[in-house]
């Protein structure tokens, strides 16, 4: 077991860098009342939330009141060995998968991020982006503040550490006072696990208890990789502290509106998870068949773009009564193409993912459905696909509303320039990616089907609402 313990890094950070931008990431932690096998644990948890991040991935641990830490590059199954070889023992551990935009990697960045400072030994995960994380590291720097990473991640051990505070909750209160935009936190502090949302609750958070031992994770998908079955979502602004007397809560001053993120349910969380209490199944089922009730086409068969829009073409098939058929096969081995930084290169690698099944669409009229349209690339290859395999007709379905908007809390939305939809209408789309037709659910309609009342989701991306403001100095 390769045990590092905190040491700053080597390099140094001039200020704010746009590379900070966009993170979703997973997070994990344990608190045990008694040393147990914490790195297999984490291993599993975050094996299972793989989705939320590919970069990087890392763990930390309590070593009797100090922080270790092992974190790599790459995908968690390469630390199979390290972590479920020789099992770190420990009572209470985090751990955080990385998903890291255009440049935005390195080893630097990836995280639990973990520092010796006069509050004493932490380590912190975090998932989601600050609005004013650009304002926050442009006073510190000010104030001279030394930068190991690009990521505002660390504003938070900043802010504890430099809070005049004492104590754990009012430390943790002040620090993260005047913090703004969306945070996820698990951090290690004092042998304590401590979970925390921020008060608009746009990343998703749950707790969950097995004998003596308290789980965090993003997703309860992570929670049943270990065979736990219930569990309670962390509500928006409160922090959960657990140590050896159990967890007890407090909570942060409520903010006026919750923001949860809807794209988690959309298109971000894994299908098998409960996110914001709902079944994210489920809910891409209902936009599926939410955007059949709008539909006056009566297609020969509906086929989904795998994996993301697999669910809601089923639940369109379901209520249309129209055929479902795997009319495209993926590739598993191929990478992220959505990531690439240049047009040609997106298009190979959705190219050597996404292939037409000639038999599902030869002489067919086919609706195809994805999530989401973002640049339109996908779109357009996915359409030259089918054509190519002989499909008469071809008719885009996107399970959520136009992408216009970029998204200042951690969801990767490019420039307003490079999202289609600001661009062309859906004729416009049509012709662009040469299908039929294509249409988009609207707003409201994705609202009304994941019952939300107007203000309960964060829906910036697709009507420009942002709950809070970009701050950058
Ligand atoms: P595009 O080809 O740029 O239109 O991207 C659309 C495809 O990217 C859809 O299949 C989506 O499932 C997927 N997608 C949407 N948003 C994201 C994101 N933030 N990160 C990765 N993939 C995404």
Redesign the pocket.
């Known amino acids: 077991m390769l045990q590092t313990s905190v040491k700053p890094h080597s390099q140094p950070d001039p200020g704010y860098s746009d590379e900070a931008l966009g993170h979703y990431c997973g997070l994990a932690g344990i608190r045990s009342r008694h040393e147990a096998d914490v790195s297999r644990d984490l291993f599993y948890m975050l094996f299972a939330q793989q989705h939320r991040g590919q970069e990087a991935c890392g763990i930390a641990w309590d070593a009797a009141g100090r922080v270790m830490v092992d974190k790599r590059l790459g995908m968690v199954s390469g630390s199979a060995e390290r972590w479920l070889g020789s099992p770190v023992r420990s009572k209470a551990g985090i751990g955080h998968v990385r998903y890291a935009t255009h440049g935005g990697g390195g080893i630097a960045n990836a995280q639990p991020l973990a520092v010796s400072c006069i509050k004493g030994e932490l380590a912190l995960g975090h998932n989601g982006n600050l609005s004013n994380g650009g304002a926050i590291r442009s006073a510190l720097f000010q104030q001279g503040a030394i930068f190991q990473t690009t990521s505002d991640s660390e504003l938070f051990l900043h802010r504890i550490s430099r809070s005049p505070k004492q104590g754990l909750e009012e430390t943790l209160r002040d620090a993260l006072s005047g913090v703004e935009g969306a945070y996820s936190l698990a951090m290690l502090w004092d042998g304590a696990l401590i979970a925390a949302r921020d008060p608009m609750g746009f990343r998703p958070l749950h707790l969950a208890r097995r004998d003596d031992t308290w789980y965090v994770a993003s997703e309860t998908c992570a929670l049943r990789a270990l065979g736990i079955l219930s569990w309670r979502e962390i509500e928006p602004g409160e922090c959960v502290v657990i140590d050896d007397t159990g967890p007890r809560s407090f909570f942060l001053p409520p903010a006026q509106k919750k923001a949860r993120c809807i794209f988690e349910l959309i298109?971000f969380a894994r299908p098998d998870s409960y996110i914001f209490g709902r079944s994210v199944y489920g809910s891409r089922k209902a936009l599926g068949a939410a955007i059949a009730d709008l539909d006056e086409l009566k297609p020969d068969v509906v086929i989904p773009?795998p994996d993301?829009g697999t669910l809601a073409a089923m639940g369109y098939s379901e209520r249309s009564g129209v055929p479902f058929a795997m009319g495209l096969t993926r590739n598993h081995y191929a990478g992220r193409s959505?990531i690439l930084p240049n047009k040609g290169e997106r298009e190979l690698a959705v190219r050597m993912k996404l292939h037409a099944v000639e038999e599902v669409v030869n002489g067919k009229c086919v609706v195809i459905v994805?999530?989401?349209?973002?640049?339109?690339?996908?779109?357009g290859i996915i359409v030259r696909l089918l054509k190519e395999a002989g499909a008469k007709e071809v008719h885009l379905r996107l399970s959520s509303p136009e992408l216009k908007w970029p998204c200042y809390y951690g969801?990767?939305?490019p420039t307003r320039e490079e999202l289609i939809s600001n661009s062309l209408d859906e004729k416009g789309i049509a012709e662009h990616i040469g299908a039929d037709s294509v249409r988009f659910l609207p707003v409201a309609a994705t609202r009304a089907c994941l019952n939300a009342p107007n203000g309960e989701y964060c829906c910036a991306c697709f009507d420009g609402n942002h709950p809070c403001q970009l701050k950058d100095c």
């Open positions: 298109y773009v993301s959505f994805d999530d989401s349209l973002v640049r339109g690339t996908t779109s969801i990767d939305i």
